[in-house]
């Protein structure tokens, strides 16, 4: 997602790149994809009004299990930022959410942030899409043929639900040159005559 690189440019004068796993403050970096039990996670740190409840809601999970030294119990997460604080902060919150992430799942890190408004979410795989009870309830897949298979395959259905206009796959993908002649003869206005030189020439 790239909702927020340009406001960094008209706030801050910052031409953000590429950080893969990690996010970029200036010169500081902090991590956002995570791996946990059985994948990987995006979770994002951050204090103030928009994070310190889920942090500290957090350390607490972490405290129940024996997981949170002091420091991070008592730490003021309402006054905190991973924008303006210091890398070595930074690596010192990072390494210990990250060893209690290792010790849960997707599922049971996503559940917990949905209670708790904690931000973070699951990094789905295709098979955890496929699996997934909220896309089955919304009858997102679609099942499409292809005859040519003689087999069905199933495909990413609306990507919204529209009442009066309802949105459908009608068929599979076209077959390389399999509208050629819908295309030139019939859109294009291409004879005969020029159809056969194009095969010809090996162009369609």
């Not at 997460?77 to 070595?88: F, R």
């Not at 896309?135 to 919204?160: F, M, N, Q, S």
């Not at 529209?162 to 796959?169: A, D, G, M, Y």
Request: proline residues 4%.
């Amino acid at each position: 997602m790239l909702t927020h690189t340009y406001a960094y440019w008209d706030l801050l004068r910052v031409k953000l790149g590429r950080a893969g796993a990690l996010r970029q403050f200036g010169d500081r970096f902090s991590r956002t994809v995570w791996p946990c039990k059985d994948g990987y996670i995006t979770f994002m740190m951050g204090g103030g009004l928009i994070g310190a409840k889920g942090q500290r809601r957090l350390v607490e999970l972490m405290d129940r299990e024996g997981m949170a030294e002091d420091w991070l119990k008592e730490f003021n997460w309402e006054e905190w930022s991973a924008a303006t604080s210091n890398q070595e902060m930074l690596d010192r919150v990072k390494e210990a959410f990250g060893q209690f992430f290792k010790t849960k799942t997707k599922a049971e890190l996503f559940d917990e942030a949905v209670k708790s408004n904690i931000m973070l979410a699951p990094v789905n795989t295709v098979a955890d899409l496929m699996a997934s009870p909220q896309l089955k309830d919304r009858d997102y897949w679609t099942e499409v043929e292809h005859p040519e298979l003689g087999a069905t395959i199933t495909y990413p259905g609306a990507p919204c639900k529209l009442t009066e206009t309802p949105w459908q796959i009608k068929g599979r993908a076209p077959l390389i040159g399999e509208h050629n002649s819908d295309i030139y003869e019939w859109e294009l206005a291409f004879s005969k005559r020029e159809m056969t030189a194009l095969k010809s020439a090996g162009i369609i």
